[in-house]
């Protein structure tokens, strides 16, 4: 078992630093955003262009980043959805066991889905064609923007880091429910 918890620690410390780096996307969102605002209407002041679509859609994917890195962050913390009003009156290991369960059957099967359905869209985003060979990426369609690969990857970056910190919560909730 200390092996798992181990195991479990490290998994946490991961998903304290994606936790960290979600907090950081919403700031860099609001500062982005904040500039876009000032430059639009500065520019139309002028006449000048001071903004660009690189801009506005760097602000949506650091906008999408903030969740995507953040699940897992959420689930560690305990802040996910559940039915408190029941939750919060049951013992430590009544607890654990309901965790447990619904993260083994759920979490876990809802994880590995998303992974399997998204796989194939981000491949091909990277430019992977029918005969298994790579060509050019997937661009934005509007004038300036930003390549989707990147973007998308972290779809399946989010599923993996969600599915590393539900098995460290089944590591930690075993441990409760031996403990009592």
């Given at each position: 078992?200390?092996?798992?918890?181990?195991?479990?620690?490290?998994?946490d410390?991961?998903?304290?630093?994606?936790?960290?780096?979600?907090?950081?996307?919403?700031?860099?969102?609001?500062?982005?955003?904040?500039?876009?605002?000032?430059?639009?209407?500065?520019?139309?002041?002028?006449?000048i262009?001071?903004?660009?679509?690189?801009?506005?859609?760097?602000?949506?994917?650091?906008?999408?980043?903030?969740?995507?890195?953040?699940?897992?962050?959420?689930?560690?913390?305990?802040?996910?959805?559940?039915?408190?009003?029941?939750?919060t009156?049951?013992?430590?290991?009544?607890?654990?066991?309901?965790?447990l369960?619904?993260h083994?059957?759920?979490?876990?099967?809802?994880?590995?889905?998303?992974?399997?359905?998204?796989?194939?869209?981000?491949?091909?985003?990277?430019?992977?064609?029918?005969?298994?060979?790579?060509?050019?990426?997937?661009?934005?369609?509007?004038?300036?923007?930003l390549?989707?690969?990147?973007?998308?990857?972290?779809?399946?970056?989010?599923?993996?880091?969600?599915?590393?910190?539900?098995?460290?919560?089944?590591?930690?909730?075993?441990?409760?429910?031996?403990?009592?």
């Open positions: 078992m200390q092996t798992l918890l181990k195991f479990s620690q490290r998994i410390d991961i998903t304290e630093y994606f936790g960290k780096a979600s907090a950081f996307c919403v700031l860099l969102t609001i500062a982005i955003g904040f500039y876009n605002v000032i430059a639009r209407y500065l520019g139309r002041f002028l006449g262009k001071f903004t660009s679509n690189m801009l506005i859609e760097l602000q949506w994917y650091l906008f999408s980043l903030t969740f995507l890195l953040g699940f897992a962050y959420i689930l560690k913390h305990g802040e996910n959805v559940r039915v408190d009003f029941l939750y009156n049951w013992s430590p290991k009544t607890k654990a066991w309901v965790d369960i619904g083994s059957l759920f979490l876990i099967t809802f994880c590995v889905i998303g992974l399997y359905v998204t796989t194939h869209p981000v491949l091909q985003s990277w430019g992977r064609l029918p005969d298994g060979t790579f060509g050019t990426w997937e661009l934005s369609p509007d004038p300036d923007g390549p989707r690969a990147p973007i998308k990857s972290m779809i399946l970056v989010g599923y993996g880091m969600l599915l590393m910190q539900t098995f460290s919560e089944i590591i930690k909730n075993v441990k409760v429910i031996q403990e009592n």
